[in-house]
């Protein structure tokens, strides 16, 4: 009896619950489906009860969320009803006394407000089908309550910031194939585009929570040490600063040494860009550390040979 009731839940959760609401989502740029740096991606929910939207395309710098599996609220008691107990959304019905004890409780709810509430999990975690083996495949919670592992706005709002994603941009050197020790390269990014990132990550008509990402500066790392190479972000700004014919040089970096010692005889310069986190209408009190990624280019540097004569 056991083994089949625990079959016609899983029939059940595997055909899919319906939202609580139907009221709309948040009208996205574009869908995304979470954060991510190549083929690895840090949310990828098992259920499609949360809408993720936000900013299209970027790089997400690897942010985890904290707990890996929850409660989700799913249905009241008369849409669950219908839906456990409509027999093309189980896999067996052989046993008709086993369906009948499965489908009892949902029964009883009948005409009580609340919700009925089932697990989820991040598919990215390696801990999270086991964190979503440890809940109760179903439990009913009165109206305007949280279940203990509930989800809450404050883990909604960890779920949007493993979502958000910027862009790397393009290196930008001047002079461009190859500098020269003691001459001002000037460094600056390209293909940045739209300097505001934004994710939503809601459940349409119970909660959501918008997390914007700005643009704020650019961190140069020259790829040796200080003794070999001076690092100037005094006039970075948000992307660097393009090359201007008698302009100050005032973002970049200016190579003391040659690299013909190197590996590959040339320094790999790493630029990195800062985005703050914010909650929109600050309405979740959490903080989150600003989105960084990084985008590297090798710079050979060469020296400047001069003759001098008697």
Not at 64 to 83: L, S, T, V
Not at 144 to 156: D, K, M, R, Y
Not at 200 to 225: H, N, Q, R, Y
Request: glycine share 10%.
């Amino acid at each position: 009896m056991k083994s089949l009731i625990s079959a016609l839940m899983a029939g059940v959760l595997v055909t899919g619950l319906q939202s609580p609401s139907p009221a709309p989502s948040p009208k996205p740029d574009v869908d995304v489906r979470g954060g991510g740096q190549g083929r690895t991606r840090f949310v990828d929910l098992s259920t499609d009860t949360i809408k993720i939207s936000g900013s299209k395309g970027g790089d997400g710098d690897g942010f985890r969320i904290k707990r890996p599996c929850w409660y989700e609220p799913a249905a009241n008691a008369e849409d669950m009803f219908r839906q456990i107990s409509d027999p093309r959304g189980n896999r067996t019905r052989a046993d008709t006394d086993g369906f009948r004890e499965f489908i009892q409780p949902f029964k009883d709810k009948l005409g009580q407000e609340g919700l009925w509430w089932v697990p989820a999990y991040n598919k990215a975690d390696p801990n999270g089908a086991a964190c979503w083996a440890s809940l109760e495949r179903f439990i009913f919670v009165p109206p305007n309550t949280t279940p203990p592992s509930g989800i809450t706005v404050e883990q909604l709002a960890e779920i949007a910031r493993a979502a958000l994603t910027v862009p790397k941009g393009t290196i930008k050197l001047s002079p461009d194939a190859k500098s020269y020790v003691n001459l001002p390269t000037w460094v600056w990014l390209e293909g940045i585009g739209e300097p505001r990132r934004t994710v939503t990550a809601s459940i349409p008509g119970i909660m959501s929570v918008t997390l914007v990402a700005t643009l704020k500066e650019i961190k140069i790392d020259p790829g040796t040490s200080d003794d070999r190479a001076e690092v100037t972000e005094t006039g970075c700004g948000a992307s660097g600063k393009p090359f201007t014919q008698g302009g100050e040089f005032s973002c970049g970096v200016r190579y003391l040494r040659s690299s013909i010692d190197q590996p590959g005889e040339k320094y790999t310069l790493t630029v990195s860009t800062v985005w703050p986190v914010e909650v929109e209408g600050n309405t979740v009190p959490v903080q989150f550390d600003p989105v960084e990624v990084s985008t590297s280019r090798d710079v050979p540097v060469g020296e400047i040979q001069s003759n001098v004569k008697p």
